[in-house]
């Protein structure tokens, strides 16, 4: 699997925030469409191993990754490190985050870390400027 690097609020791999759903389309593959919540202001679709979020006009707001993905931020393969190993490496790049029972957002690297039992990284969210104002 290639890898996927995090370029906070500018890309993750080669999806860059803002860009068109019909051309995160195209250069995916295949993609299952689906509603995320019953607030979800707009569809989200599934490429398997992540899901795309979009703004109501269909433009790349936020990826949400999952284990099987080869997702790196710098130098650090972020599925392979434990949640608690994984918050110290980042907390020293990022030490104005927000964690709670689920995770831990880090608004200034642009991603968050999904870990509901505070062990295994469960999904990374990357995310575009002011995804969480």
Excluded: C, W
């Excluded at 860059?16 to 469409?33: A, L, P, Q, W, Y």
């Excluded at 790349?60 to 608690?84: C, K, M, P, W």
């Excluded at 870990?115 to 400027?129: A, N, T």
Aim: glycine share 6%; no cysteine; charged share 30%.
């Amino acid at each position: 699997m290639d890898k996927i690097e995090i370029k906070p609020y500018e890309r993750v791999g080669t999806i860059k925030f803002g860009s068109n759903r019909e051309t995160v389309r195209k250069d995916n593959g295949n993609f299952k469409e689906f509603r995320k919540s019953r607030f979800s202001k707009n569809s989200t679709d599934d490429f398997s191993s992540f899901h795309v979020f979009y703004s109501e006009d269909d433009r790349v707001e936020a990826v949400e990754f999952f284990r099987e993905s080869n997702l790196y931020f710098h130098d650090i393969q972020l599925f392979t490190q434990s949640y608690g190993d994984l918050k110290t490496r980042l907390n020293a790049l990022d030490s104005n985050n927000t964690e709670d029972e689920s995770g831990i957002i880090y608004k200034t690297l642009g991603f968050s870390v999904y870990s509901p039992d505070g062990k295994q990284v469960e999904s990374i969210l990357v995310f575009e400027k002011g995804y969480y104002d």
